[in-house]
T-cell receptor, first 119, second 114 residues
C-alpha cells in the first residue's frame, strides 16, 4: 500500500457519460498529480495541484476538470466521455510542489490507479 | 522543453545477471531531478531511485543504481543480481526546476529468464 488511495479501481461506462475519480494523497503530502496512461500515448501528465491551488497543467482536455479540496484530496471529473478516454488514470502525491528546490521531497508516490473503460 | 528518451522497448536478462536500462534526457535547466519507476503487470507504479542534477555521487538503492553521466545527459538504471520479480516495465522520468510536472519516457519492458 503506497498510502495514496484512488477510487474506484475499475469503472465501466458508456460514451457521453460523466465520471468522477477520487484521490486521497499520502498523509503530509501537499501536491497531487493526475496522469493518464493509455497504450498509444504512454503516461501523460494532466494536471497538478499544490496545497489547493493549480500548479501546472498538461495535456488535459477541456472535457476534463479537476480540483483539490481543503483536506487535500482531489477529484478528476471526466465528461462527455469518448471511447478514446479509456485508460488507466493515476493519481500521485508528493511532499514538495516541484520548482527550483528539487530534492527527494519531489518524489511522486502513485496510487494503484483507476481503470476506466468507455463502451 | 524537456524530453526523456528510452530507446530499448524490450530487454531480456538471465536471473542473477546485471542489466542496464538506458535513459537519455534533454533539458536546458540546470536544476533537475531524474527518477526511475517500475510498473509490474499488476499496474501500480513503484518508485525505485532518484538522482538530483547537483548530486555528485550516483544514487544507489539496494540492487538499483543510477549511472548518471551529466555531460552525456544519460541516467541509466543498473539492476544487479536480477530476480524473476524484476520482470516489469521500467520508466525513466524527469522533473526540472522550472516545470513541476514529471515527464516520462516510453518505458522499457524487462523480462528476467531462468
Amino acid at each position: 500500500d503506497s498510502g495514496v488511495t484512488q477510487t474506484p479501481k475499475h469503472l465501466i461506462t458508456a460514451t457521453g457519460q460523466r465520471v468522477t475519480l477520487r484521490c486521497s494523497p499520502r498523509s503530509g503530502d501537499l501536491s497531487v498529480y493526475w496522469y493518464q496512461q493509455s497504450l498509444d500515448q504512454g503516461l501523460q501528465f494532466l494536471i497538478q495541484y499544490y496545497n489547493g491551488e493549480e500548479r501546472a497543467k498538461g495535456n488535459i482536455l477541456e472535457r476534463f476538470s479537476a480540483q483539490q479540496f481543503p483536506d487535500l484530496h482531489s477529484e478528476l471529473n471526466l465528461s462527455s466521455l469518448e471511447l478514446g478516454d479509456s485508460a488507466l488514470y493515476f493519481c500521485a502525491s508528493s511532499v514538495g510542489g516541484g520548482g527550483q528546490a528539487l530534492s527527494g521531497a519531489n518524489v511522486l508516490t502513485f496510487g494503484a490507479g483507476s481503470r476506466l473503460t468507455v463502451l | 522543453a524537456q524530453k526523456i528518451t528510452q530507446t530499448q522497448p524490450g530487454m531480456f536478462v538471465q536471473e542473477k545477471e546485471a542489466v542496464t536500462l538506458d535513459c537519455t534526457y534533454d533539458t536546458s535547466d540546470q536544476s533537475y531531478g531524474l527518477f526511475w519507476y517500475k510498473q509490474p503487470s499488476s499496474g501500480e507504479m513503484i518508485f525505485l531511485i532518484y538522482q538530483g542534477s547537483y548530486d555528485e555521487q550516483n544514487a544507489t538503492e539496494g540492487r538499483y543504481s543510477l549511472n548518471f553521466q551529466k555531460a552525456r545527459k544519460s541516467a541509466n538504471l543498473v539492476i544487479s543480481a536480477s530476480q524473476l520479480g524484476d520482470s516489469a516495465m521500467y520508466f525513466c522520468a524527469m522533473m526540472t526546476g522550472t516545470a513541476s510536472k514529471l515527464t516520462f519516457g516510453t518505458g522499457t519492458r524487462l523480462q528476467v529468464t531462468l
